[in-house]
């Protein structure tokens, strides 16, 4: 039996104070068990914006938002954005505690995005946080493909934080976690999700008529030994 992310993210606790420390929690951004600090996210934050080069003309979209916790400190950088998830527990909260006038949630499926209909006829900048591993080469390349279609020319999408397969003993880094990966791998049970490898993330790109180049995520990130950035770009007309 493989994982069914959507039914683990459906799952995730409904309601929240608002807190970041929670909201931190309920979407996976915990070390040993706890929150990280708050300040991972102003690095985060203060990252995308500069390796987007956002602007507030921009119009954005967020995949695979989840509780809105990022989406609400990068609308303040942009026009607008649309933030889109297939969980309904995180869209919750996103709607009660992460929302602006200027941000929109929608229930959507990354692997389905061709029936969204959007604000308006172009996008400039697209970001997915730790959203990827949720996808794998089967499925990627649709979410690209269609991007390709909304993105104006010249305009961007950073997938950021996909586990990098070249690094996963940086994660796995004993032996007694690296035999619990090889066995849930074997039945189909990887706890992180997909590993990617940077070919399979340039054949996904290709395939979609993408630019792809790779950033190394800044050292202060609490994930910086194991995942990867990807910047891809709609070449300009
Ligand atoms: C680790 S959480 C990250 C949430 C948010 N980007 C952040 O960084 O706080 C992964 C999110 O991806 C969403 N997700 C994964 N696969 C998806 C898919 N195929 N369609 C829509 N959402 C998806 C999950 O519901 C979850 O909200």
Redesign the pocket.
Known sequence: MTID??N???S?PQSLDGSIEE??AQ???TRFGKPVPPEQVTL?VEYIAETLRLSPDMAAV??????????HALATRVDHVVG????PA?LETARKHFNASNISYRT?????MESQALPRSGIDVAW????I???DPT?LPN?LSWLEKVLVPGGRFLA??IPDIDRIRNFYNTEERWQMHVENAREGREQMGHWWSKDDLSDAAETAGLQIEFVTLPEQFYTASYRVDALLSKVSA
Not at 62 to 71: A, F, K, P, Q, R
Not at 108 to 112: A, K, N, Y
Request: hydrophobic residues 40%; contains cysteine.
């Open positions: 992310w959507q683990y993210w459906a995730r909201a931190l979407v996976g951004k985060l967020d995949l695979g938002c989840g509780n809105g916790l990022i989406t889109f998830d297939y969980s995180l959507g499926d990354l692997t389905q997915s946080i730790e959203v591993q949720n996808l499925t979410l950021s934080g």
